[in-house]
């Protein structure tokens, strides 16, 4: 330490020992003069241990694998090389010859660096570009949803002049724009996705994420960490590097949640506190995430019946009810079937290049269809129909009766000169009077023909149908 207290330097070693990187310092024989405190921390080695030691007695005694100072020495030069001490550590070295008046080397100053903080800092930086890679993917696929809605704005709007659609059509004119959460109701295939389409398109939030989950797709035990998220190693099987949920991708943005009603009791509570306080927590994280998420739910069963057994949240049930839209089965909207033919035959026609026309006895036969499966059967029937058949073909009632597989007296529906209006009329009081003399009582009726029950009673005495005689 002696040589240490000839240095010009006012106070050398307080500076020295506030330096992040280690300092060494060897004589020209290559002894030992000077280490810092980050020297100490890094090598692990204390100062005792080092100072007043030549270095080539440290490399043979293993606390190097190999010392820069002996090689700065001899070539005069500046020398970068990595070494590996006794600890493990790798350290980056850069050995400097400090020259007295006469050119000749007086010392030798070796600054070492953990390459462990620089090896963190790079695995830091490749863990952040990969979940920006992440984030970007998500926002790219949210973007993309977005454009895909917007492309296909034309084909989402609701098709129909019935009073119901005109109904449907004002209801969503009159929530779009409002931040309320909305419950649409209504048999399957009869165009929930759609409406919610139309309150999306429609909302301040059109060009925010819009994110579609059917949680009667998604297993219970799954559905949890697909709307939350969770973090690295939250259970078993979960990916190491965690997973944003759907409300995380929805932020800012809606969310559709259909076929609320399959959704599991426990995870209902859940649900309720997103709506509540309006955050999250993922599954093995302790943080809540604050979120601004809007809630369009949907589904095909009677929530109310559901909250009757127990097997839906009241609370939760009356948190989705702020806005509710019923879209009533295309059997009682009879009059969108040919505009809904027409639609999709267009479409079907362009997609299989043909040119495939109804007849009217045809598409009587079409009308008075039950449709069981809505909108969704009509569509697809309908391109089965353009498939099977020829290029330029005009489609007979024959042909419809084989391909919806259902039977029609030829007198009540075509030649007997009546009215098209008067021919749906007879064909629908057989309907509901065969269904009435069958079942015996409205109540089974509307179960059966899966309508309302007051639809049977308002079609019963509007078509002179007695009901008196029925336990209803």
């Known amino acids: 330490m002696t040589y240490k207290r000839d240095l010009e330097f006012y106070d050398f070693e307080r500076i020295a020992d506030i330096l992040y990187d280690g300092i060494y310092i060897a004589d020209k024989h290559g002894k030992t003069v000077f280490v810092n405190k980050a020297y100490e921390r890094i090598t692990g080695l204390k100062r005792e241990q080092v100072v007043g030691k030549y270095v080539g007695d440290l490399i043979e005694t293993g606390l190097f694998n190999y010392g820069v100072t002996p090689d700065v020495i001899k070539t005069k030069k500046q020398i970068n090389a990595t070494s590996t001490i006794h600890n493990g550590v790798t350290v980056l070295i850069t050995g400097t010859p400090l020259f007295n008046n006469k050119g000749e080397v007086e010392l030798i100053v070796v600054t ?210 702020v806005f509710p839209i019923y879209i009533p089965p295309l059997r009682v909207r009879t009059s969108d079937i040919e505009k809904l033919t027409d639609y999709f035959l267009t479409v079907y026609n362009n997609k299989y290049g043909k040119e495939i026309t109804f007849k009217k006895d045809a598409l009587l036969v079409w009308e008075s269809y039950s449709w069981p499966g809505n909108i969704r059967e009509l569509q697809n029937v309908l391109e089965r129909l353009v498939i099977i058949s020829n290029p330029s073909e005009i489609i007979t009632s024959s042909k419809v009766k084989k391909l919806l597989n259902i039977e029609m007296d030829d007198k009540e529906s075509i030649g007997s000169g009546e009215s098209y209006k008067k021919i749906i009329e007879s064909f629908e009081k057989k309907v509901l009077q065969n269904a009435i003399d069958l079942y015996g009582t409205t109540r089974k009726v509307a179960e059966h023909l899966k309508i309302d029950q007051s639809t049977v009673v308002k079609k019963a005495k509007k078509l002179g149908i007695k009901l008196k005689k029925i336990n209803n």
């Open 112 to 321: 070492n660096r953990d390459m462990s903080d620089l090896l963190r800092i790079e695995n830091e930086l490749k863990k952040s570009k990969e979940q920006m890679k992440i984030v970007e993917k998500t926002e790219e696929k949210n973007i993309q949803e977005i454009e895909h809605l917007r492309k296909k704005s034309v084909e989402s709007k609701i098709i129909g002049e019935s009073e119901e659609i005109k109904n449907i059509i004002q209801m969503i004119n009159q929530v779009a724009k409002l931040d309320v959460n909305v419950l649409i109701t209504g048999e399957t295939g009869v165009g929930k996705e759609v409406v919610s389409n139309e309150i999306y398109m429609n909302s301040t939030r059109h060009n925010k994420p819009f994110i579609k989950v059917n949680c009667a797709a998604i297993p219970a035990n799954l559905l949890e960490a697909e709307l939350f998220g969770y973090e690295k190693g939250a259970f078993t099987g979960a990916s190491t590097k965690g997973k944003l949920g759907l409300f995380e991708l929805a932020n800012h943005g809606t969310i559709l949640l259909d076929e609320i009603a399959d959704m599991p009791l426990d995870l209902q509570v859940k649900l309720l506190r997103v709506i509540q306080q309006r955050e999250i927590t993922r599954i093995g994280g302790t943080k809540p995430i604050r979120l601004d998420v809007r809630i369009i739910a949907a589904t095909h069963g009677d929530l109310k019946e559901l909250v009757s057994k127990g097997k839906f949240r009241e609370d939760l049930y009356y948190r989705l009810y």
